[in-house]
């Protein structure tokens, strides 16, 4: 048995900057392994014509297992782990927000797949690597997360063409109106940074490197 969730935003709200972590649990037969900090890498294959091809679902680190009479669970968490560690960077600032991104990415050991904006930003004091890149990923109006080869990428939302009809659903519960995000406000310290129009629905984030520019 294995379980996988995934997620961009924690919320009901759509919110920017997020950092979602993806778990993933596993049930197997107890063979008397040790499986602590063991890395898990799962697949899913489907049949294409006569061949199977394997879909990863991610890179995954074992956090916990638990033996039940002769099976083993194991509860495993993505990449996003390996930034819950202390941000002190060696960069020269102001610095450009691919190379800060790349740095963290070296100091955890991951790989980025993104090309960022070619914003210049003062440094980032006091943060964990995660939190350090989560206000990256605001400052990009964009969230943070680790792909299926566990890759962390920084992207926004994308429009898409999808219809959701009658024919494949089974419940569809509907806002009472539309949500329509007319203006962006960011909170830099005391200072307040906002761009839009009042009459509408606004999207409120902390980023203490912002610029009016930005």
Do not use: H, W
């Not at 899913?44 to 083993?72: C, H, M, Q, R, S």
């Not at 002190?88 to 102001?94: A, C, Q």
């Not at 063409?161 to 494949?168: F, G, L, S, V």
């Not at 539309?178 to 830099?188: L, Y």
């Amino acid at each position: 048995e294995m379980n996988l969730e995934e997620s961009v935003n924690p919320g009901s709200d759509l919110s920017i900057g997020t950092m979602c972590s993806s778990s993933f649990n596993i049930k197997l037969i107890n063979t008397g392994e040790l499986f602590d900090n063991a890395i898990v890498k799962p697949y899913v294959g489907l049949y294409i014509d006569e061949t199977i091809e394997y879909i990863p679902l991610g890179v995954f680190t074992v956090l916990k297992a638990n033996v039940e009479g002769k099976f083993i669970n194991l509860e495993c968490v993505d990449n996003m782990v390996k930034l819950e560690q202390s941000y002190f960077s060696e960069l020269t600032y102001p610095a450009n927000i691919n190379d800060i991104a790349l740095e963290i990415c070296r100091k955890a050991n991951v790989n980025l797949t993104s090309k960022l904006p070619n914003y210049q930003v003062e440094k980032l004091e006091g943060y964990s690597l995660r939190e350090a890149i989560g206000i990256i990923a605001s400052l990009c109006g964009s969230y943070s997360r680790f792909d299926r080869l566990g890759k962390l990428e920084i992207k926004g939302y994308d429009t898409t063409t999808q219809e959701i009809t009658p024919k494949n659903i089974f419940k569809l519960d509907m806002e009472s109106k539309e949500c329509i995000i007319k203006k962006v406000i960011a909170q830099k310290g005391d200072k307040e940074i906002s761009l839009g129009d009042n009459e509408g629905n606004s999207i409120i984030f902390d980023n203490p490197i912002i610029t009016e520019d930005i």
